[in-house]
């Protein structure tokens, strides 16, 4: 899960940020070195954290690329996901990750 949610914080060739590698880190915690990374058809029973932990780090950096759209729809295939079930949960996360960052702000946003 870790490599592919890297690739994907990369396709958009804007380089690795900082915060889209901490927030990597955080969902996926600290995996010791020593272990060997699952297949990826590991990740067909848990489909629905991939996806939504692929778009919660696709924007991260304030954007959604195409490239990263494609990628996702590219993984969303191979875990047998239709482009309606995609669509449903990227209106779903997108919409939850809006909500949490308008929580976030505070005035001092506002006034700079």
């Given at each position: 899960m870790e490599l592919e949610l890297e690739r994907l914080a990369q396709?958009?060739?804007?380089?690795?940020?900082?915060?889209?590698?901490?927030?990597?880190?955080?969902?996926v915690g600290g995996v010791p070195a020593d272990v060997e990374a699952a297949p990826f058809d590991a990740l067909w029973a848990h489909a629905q954290v991939f996806l939504s932990a692929c778009l919660t780090v696709a924007v991260a950096d304030g954007r959604?690329?195409?490239?990263?759209?494609?990628?996702?729809?590219?993984?969303?295939n191979r875990l047998g996901w239709s482009a309606f079930q995609l669509s449903a949960l990227e209106g779903q996360m997108l919409t939850a990750l809006e909500e949490v960052g308008w929580s976030r702000m505070t005035v001092a946003d506002w006034t700079d």
């Open positions: 396709i958009d060739d804007q380089g690795f940020d900082p915060d889209e590698a901490a927030l990597i880190d955080r969902l959604y690329s195409v490239e990263q759209a494609r990628h996702v729809s590219i993984l969303a």
